[in-house]
């Protein structure tokens, strides 16, 4: 694939389910003759081997089935990064279920036609199921979680072919007696259904990394999760969201440990991304379900402000709603001199972007968007002035580890500041 990171989020696939096995025409005992002597010890073992017959509980004869075809199940697995192996192979077909396998006897030894296996089929966590219609269908967003999406067919019945004089006498003992040969269509096992599919792959994290390429957001993955993302000082070296895990705070205790979460190093932003520039937009709609924003900005680069103001920019052209979420500011390589130096002057400078909640009057905040559309909504009448400032602004070296606790803590208490603000920590899926 030429240009995975255009296609690693999003695929088309079509899933059949197994047709169901097929039933038998058996042919039921005779029973018509005058008993002889002989014929009534024979009638014995027959009524023996009749009684070994599956009867239900009043009685009637159960008479064995085709086996039911392979539903078709998706599950999120932890395993899988991305849609892209979906991309070089479209269809999945499960088994069909095995026939009633009868030489056209009744017997006791007649079993029903194995059941197919599910077909399970593994996506990233995060993978969103719609129907070709744009239904969304499932929102598979933690590990584990399953859609069945097509049934296997049910397996044919069984009937008994039995001559006319005795057809009375069997149909009180079962209802699966022949009645014409247009019967017959009932001993096929029934198609498994087909359905076309959409899946797109939603980054599940609770912080996103955003910045210009080259700012360093990689480093800073790796530098505070196991995670090992490609990292080199040539722009977009990040083709697709890499994850990572950030464990607990160990000074909260043992009961708030689990102050763990999840981090998506984005690829980098340039001007124009939110109309397809760069990597292009793609990326943008993995910001959706981040409740914390994390900038990372080159500090040493030329005009760091500006370089924070573009990505501001990009976001709030792609959905303002992501102007709202809480943020804060990264100010890296201050183990640059051309960095250091400047720190202080760069901090305030940001920290006089935004309105502090209380410069001006709140304005209805524009609506989460329907997925089914683009995350793009009517362009807002708020500028990056409007929008609430960042939560803190901190100066560090990931590169280098200067000043990463200082980081840590700051990113621990905005996640903090979302869950005790009961803040929804997923944006709430389409309706
Ligand atoms: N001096 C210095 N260099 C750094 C620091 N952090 C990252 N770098 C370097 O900056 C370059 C880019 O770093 P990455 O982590 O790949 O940047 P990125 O933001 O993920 O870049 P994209 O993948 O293009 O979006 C690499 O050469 C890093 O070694 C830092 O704290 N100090």
Do not use: W
């Not at 910045?211 to 790796?222: I, M």
């Not at 708020?382 to 070296?397: A, C, H, I, Q, R």
């Amino acid at each position: 694939m030429k240009e995975p990171h255009k296609y690693f989020d999003q695929v088309f696939i079509t899933v059949r389910a197994g047709d169901g096995g097929h039933g038998a025409v058996l042919n039921a005992p005779n029973t018509q003759k005058q008993p002889t002597k002989q014929d009534q010890k024979k009638d014995k073992d027959k009524s023996k081997k009749k009684s070994s017959l599956k009867r239900d509980f009043d009685g009637s004869l159960i008479l064995p089935m085709g086996g039911h075809g392979g539903d078709v199940v998706i599950y999120a697995d932890e395993g899988k990064d991305t849609l892209l192996d979906f991309h070089n192979k479209g269809k999945y077909i499960a088994k069909r279920g095995g026939n009633v396998n009868a030489m056209g006897v009744l017997s006791s030894l007649l079993r029903n036609g194995i059941a197919a296996p599910t077909l399970r089929i593994p996506v990233p966590v995060g993978t969103v199921v719609k129907n070709k219609r744009g239904k969304t269908l499932a929102d598979l967003a933690q590990p584990g979680d399953e859609v069945l999406v097509a049934r296997g067919g049910q397996g044919g019945i069984s009937l008994l072919e039995v001559p006319q004089h005795q057809k009375k006498r069997m149909m009180s003992l079962t209802t699966s007696v022949m009645r014409d040969e247009s019967d017959k269509v009932l001993v096929h096992g029934q198609p498994g259904e087909e359905i076309k599919l959409e899946l797109i792959l939603r980054v599940v994290a609770d912080v996103g990394l955003v910045g210009l390429p080259n700012a360093g957001k990689s480093t800073l993955l790796a530098a505070i999760t196991l995670a090992k993302p490609d990292i080199a000082d040539y722009p977009f070296t990040t083709l697709m969201p890499n994850l990572g895990r950030l464990g607990g705070d160990p000074t909260l205790g043992a009961g708030m440990y689990s102050s763990e979460a999840t981090l998506a190093d984005l690829p980098g932003l340039i001007e124009g991304a939110h109309l397809g520039k760069g990597l292009g937009r793609n990326f943008l709609r993995h910001l959706r379900r981040t409740r914390v924003l994390v900038h990372v900005v080159d500090a040493a680069a030329e005009n760091p402000v500006n370089d924070y103001r573009t990505v501001r920019e990009e976001l709030r052209m792609y959905n303002p709603e992501y102007l709202e979420r809480p943020y804060i500011i990264v100010l890296n390589k201050i183990d640059l001199p051309e960095a250091k130096d400047r720190l202080s002057l760069l901090t305030q400078e940001i920290m006089r972007i935004g309105n502090n909640g209380t410069a001006s009057e709140p304005k209805p905040s524009p609506e989460v968007p329907d997925e089914s559309s683009s995350d793009e909504v009517d362009m807002p009448e708020k500028t990056l002035e409007d929008y609430p400032p960042p939560l803190s602004v901190v100066g560090v070296s990931v590169l280098k580890g200067i000043k990463i606790n200082e980081m840590l803590k700051e990113i621990r208490a905005a996640l903090r500041k979302c869950t005790d603000s009961n803040e929804p920590l997923r944006v709430p899926p389409p309706p």
